[in-house]
């Protein structure tokens, strides 16, 4: 691995568990504890009941973990070996494999390719639950270990052969192609999985209070939105609070009497008639950690029209709808002008926030509008 890539995840690492001042100072016997480490590796001889990897793992801290065996935010890898986080797709999948209640015992699949055995689906190795014992363990300043999350029930897919990839791009078209194989072969649904950020945090046992508004929402376009909330997939929130304004079109179109409407020329005017350009900026104003996302130029992402609200919200309307059609679209195209599930997730999960916010508006100025 790059030394600046370690370096990177070196300071990333103490920056999350210690304060920034310790890391020059660790650095030094950091780099002692890796030679420690390559010492007991070569020297090691593994008898028929004991495995190489418990006896150096001893040698080893969980910051030499996190920096050379995380291949992204949910894989692991050493050497040609790289083991990644999914999930099951559907319940039926889950009891082909998964045997009982509180008492867990997995199944697994065999993979396989040119007659050679190059992997495993089930239950994950000890190296990955170390690289990323932090997602699963959570200690406080007084050293009570609290489990954050059950690795019973995680399973992973394993590939011990590096020689069917060149790089990262082709590594992950080979897993997607792995889980579409177990789909249409084995009759078996596999999904790629990520940690969530906040699920390792304590939570807050919040106690407020909702003042109901006088508003009756219509209940097709409110189902809609309350629809983004039944998935995790930042695409399908999108399209879902996408469709409460696209619910409205027929009423914008009779409305504003086009004589030849387009779907951006009624996005507009939907927009147009919700929400006022002093709203958006204010909404900027109080996102101040996100705010540049959206005026801010996107060199990658042709889709991502920056907003300029000084006088009006055409802007909005357009960055909604082209990252809309960038979304639905699968026409063949240059890379990064359409979004590819599993690949864009983290860019699109950055554009929720607006067009929630444009969603809520319309859904309150247009519900029970004459048709």
Not at 129 to 146: L, M, S
Not at 187 to 207: I, P, V
Not at 291 to 299: D, I, K
Not at 308 to 327: E, F, G, M, W
Request: proline share 3%; aromatic share 14%.
């Amino acid at each position: 691995m790059d030394k600046y890539v370690v370096c990177g995840r070196l300071h990333s690492f103490f920056e999350n568990y210690y304060v920034v001042g310790m890391i020059a100072k660790c650095q030094a016997s950091w780099a002692k504890q890796v030679e420690i480490v390559k010492q007991a590796s070569s020297s090691i001889t593994v008898a028929e009941d004991r495995y190489l990897f418990d006896d150096v793992m001893k040698y080893m801290s969980p910051a030499m973990f996190y920096c050379y065996f995380r291949y992204d935010s949910s894989t692991a890898y050493c050497g040609n070996y790289y083991e990644v986080l999914i999930e099951f797709a559907d319940e039926s999948t889950k009891k082909k494999l998964i045997k009982g209640y509180d008492y867990v015992q997995t199944g697994g699949i065999i993979l396989e390719k040119n007659g050679e055995v190059i992997g495993h689906i089930g239950q994950m190795s000890d190296l990955f639950w170390h690289t990323f014992y932090d997602q699963y363990i959570v200690e406080d300043d007084y050293g009570t270990i609290q489990h954050a999350r059950n690795n019973a029930k995680d399973i992973t897919l394993q590939i011990w052969n590096d020689k069917l990839f060149k790089n990262t791009e082709q590594f992950y078209n080979f897993i997607e192609q792995i889980l579409f194989e177990c789909n249409v072969n084995l009759d078996l649904g596999f999904k790629m999985s990520r940690f969530e950020s906040a699920s390792n945090l304590k939570g807050h046992a919040t106690k407020t209070q909702l003042c109901l508004s006088g508003n009756e929402l219509e209940e097709t376009p409110l189902r809609y939105f309350n629809f983004a909330n039944y998935t995790k997939i930042p695409r399908h929130k999108y399209l879902a609070y996408y469709q409460v304004l696209e619910f409205f079109f027929t009423r914008a179109v009779k409305e504003a009497m086009f004589p030849k409407p387009n779907e951006l020329l009624i996005i507009k005017y939907i927009t147009n008639n919700s929400i006022t350009a002093s709203e958006v900026i204010s909404w900027l104003e109080e996102i101040t950690d996100r705010g540049s996302h959206y005026t801010e130029p996107s060199e990658k992402y042709p889709a991502l029209i920056p907003l300029n609200v000084t006088d009006d919200v055409q802007s909005v309307a357009t960055r909604i709808y082209t990252v809309r059609c960038s979304l639905i679209h699968s026409k063949e195209a240059p890379k990064d002008v359409n979004f590819i599930p599993n690949l864009n997730d983290e860019i699109i999960e950055k554009e929720l926030a607006l067009i929630k916010y444009v969603a809520q508006k319309v859904l309150y100025k247009w519900s029970n509008a004459p048709e």
